[in-house]
């Protein structure tokens, strides 16, 4: 079985462009979650979906969005990209949410110049 | 609201010794916890997780963690490391019930394994 997908895998964009990453979570996970790692540091939760719905959202400026298409994939936008938006951004699916416990992908490196 | 600490950010250890890495918390309502390794390059990769019950987990790789409530730590211990352990280890909870789950992360553990 395929796992979670993310694509691209490496990005370099400009400072104030605008950036699009896209996750597909496993066959039958309804849940996606999206982290941003910056280097040396823990994964930082952004948002979280289930059933297309936004279910959390972390404490990021709204230059964050994302949304989960009926196919259960995702994606997720910055607009007016700044240095310290460079990182790792992490997709994670799951079941449901809570105690399923979650599958990330390998994610997608920005790196912001 | 909740956080994780995680006491050591590099831990050096000869192979096949033993490690235990070092997990507490701060919640004021129940929470699951989770054991991440993370490979150079790579997503993270759940190792074990405590939901309920026996508070001795046991997780792929012949990694464990006991849960211990009243020192709110979640500890991960291996008997005997192997060159391929080395990566980076990242414990994390989630808030029990709740219309939301995610998780939140320590800043990570660096095990380092030498021959």
């Known amino acids: 079985d395929a796992g979670v997908t993310q694509s691209p895998t490496h990005l370099i964009k400009t400072r104030g462009q605008h950036v699009t990453l896209r996750c597909s979570p496993i066959s039958g996970h309804k849940s996606v979650s999206w982290y941003q790692q910056v280097l040396g540091q823990g994964p930082q939760f952004i948002f979280q979906?289930?059933?297309?719905?936004?279910?959390g959202r972390g404490n990021f400026p709204d230059r964050f969005s994302a949304r989960q298409f009926p196919n259960y994939s995702s994606e997720l936008n910055v607009n007016a990209l700044l240095l310290g938006d460079s990182a790792l951004y992490l997709c994670?699916?799951?079941?449901?949410?809570?105690?399923?416990?979650?599958?990330f992908g390998s994610g997608t490196r920005l790196t912001v110049v | 609201a909740q956080s994780v600490t995680q006491l050591d950010s590099q831990v050096p250890v000869f192979e096949e010794a033993p490690v235990e890495l070092r997990c507490n918390y701060s919640s004021s309502v129940s929470v699951y916890l989770f054991w991440y390794v993370q490979y150079p390059n790579q997503g993270l990769q759940l190792l074990l997780k405590?939901?309920?019950?026996?508070?001795l987990v046991k997780g792929i790789n012949g990694f464990e963690a006991e849960f211990n409530k009243s020192q709110t730590s979640f500890h991960l211990r291996k008997p005997s490391v192997h060159i391929s352990d080395t990566a980076e280890y990242f414990c994390?909870?989630?808030?029990?019930?709740?219309?939301?789950?995610?998780?939140?992360f320590g800043k990570g553990t660096k095990l380092s394994v030498k021959p």
């Open positions: 994670a699916s799951s079941l449901g949410y809570g105690g399923y416990g979650y599958t």
């Open positions: 405590y939901l309920s019950g026996s508070t």
């Open positions: 994390a909870v989630s808030l029990y019930g709740g219309s939301q789950g995610n998780l939140i």
């Open positions: 979906y289930y059933e297309k719905e936004e279910r």
